[in-house]
């Protein structure tokens, strides 16, 4: 005869493991989903995406005097959608700068497992972002999700170059008034220099005006001195020829 009862104990031991397992394994799932949710985003709420969203959803409300209610301009969507995208850029652009230096510092030891959680977790909103507008865009016109990307791209550049553009002009004023100052400064200084240098510049003429003077009178002296040997010369050849007469 077979022994049930020898053949139901294993079964039973294998029941209760599987069991256990199930329970630990969704527990498990469960705990981690409440601890990612509780993390705090890597990016801020998306407002550019709230602002689509609300067009798309708004109920026209018409007056009461009017038969047909107004609609959200097609035209207007589709801006708010390329908003929409030009904000996916700049996080894209964010996740990938991030990513290579985080996975390092990860490796180090330097920052902890939550905020490499929220980083995939964004990472992987970010996804499902990019899927969105690719499919909002096709609704609006085939094979537009392909290219609403680079329009984005090239808007979101200008809209940075302008920016820096505006930065500059705003630094203009302020770099107008330094070097104003700047100026009035070496002028100051230089002014200074030469008030200072002037008793020397005096004291210097002063000298060479009084050089010369002796110099006149030792020449007048010389002058003096030759004079009288001429003279002298002549009484003596005087004398000569008396005595040879």
């Given at each position: 005869m077979?022994?049930w009862?020898g053949?139901?104990?294993p079964?039973a031991?294998l029941?209760i493991l599987?069991?256990?397992?199930a329970?630990?394994s969704?527990?498990y799932?469960?705990r981690k989903?409440?601890?990612?949710a509780?993390?705090t985003?890597?990016?801020?709420?998306?407002?550019?995406?709230?602002?689509y969203?609300?067009l798309?959803h708004?109920?026209p409300?018409?007056e009461?005097?009017?038969?047909?209610?107004v609609?959200v301009?097609?035209?207007?969507?589709?801006?708010?959608?390329?908003?929409?995208a030009m904000?996916?850029?700049h996080?894209?652009m964010?996740?990938r700068?991030?990513?290579?230096a985080l996975?390092?510092l990860?490796q180090r030891?330097s920052v902890g497992?939550?905020?490499?959680?929220r980083?995939l977790?964004?990472e992987?909103?970010?996804?499902e972002?990019?899927?969105?507008?690719v499919t909002e865009a096709n609704a609006?016109?085939?094979n537009w999700?392909?290219t609403i990307?680079?329009?984005a791209n090239?808007?979101?550049?200008?809209?940075?170059?302008?920016?820096r553009?505006?930065?500059?002009?705003a630094q203009?004023t302020?770099?107008?008034?330094?070097?104003e100052?700047?100026r009035?400064?070496?002028q100051?200084?230089?002014?200074?220099?030469?008030?200072?240098g002037?008793p020397?510049?005096?004291?210097?003429q002063?000298?060479?005006v009084?050089?010369?003077?002796d110099?006149?009178?030792?020449d007048?002296?010389?002058v003096l001195?030759?004079?009288g040997?001429?003279?002298?010369?002549g009484k003596g050849?005087?004398?000569k020829?008396?005595?040879?007469?």
């Open positions: 077979v022994n009862l053949l139901l104990l079964f031991y029941s599987v069991g256990s397992l329970t630990f969704s527990l799932r469960k989903i409440a601890k990612s509780s993390l985003p890597w990016f801020p709420p998306h407002l550019q995406r709230n602002i969203l609300s798309l708004l109920e409300a018409g009461p005097g009017q038969e047909k209610a609609a301009p097609e035209s207007v969507l589709k801006a708010a959608l390329i908003r929409r904000e996916d850029i996080r894209i964010q996740v700068s991030a990513k290579q996975s390092s990860l030891g497992d939550d905020l490499w959680q980083f977790r964004a992987r909103e970010m996804e972002e990019l899927r969105d507008v609006f016109a085939p999700g392909q990307f680079q329009s090239e808007m979101a550049a200008n809209a940075l170059l302008r920016k553009i505006e930065e500059m002009q203009t302020s770099e107008k008034e330094w070097w100052q700047r009035a400064a070496i100051s200084d230089f002014m200074k220099e030469l008030d200072g002037a020397e510049v005096a004291e210097k002063q000298q060479k009084s050089i010369p003077g110099k006149v009178a030792s007048e002296d010389t001195i030759e004079g040997g001429p003279t002298a010369g050849s005087a004398k020829r008396k005595g040879k007469k």
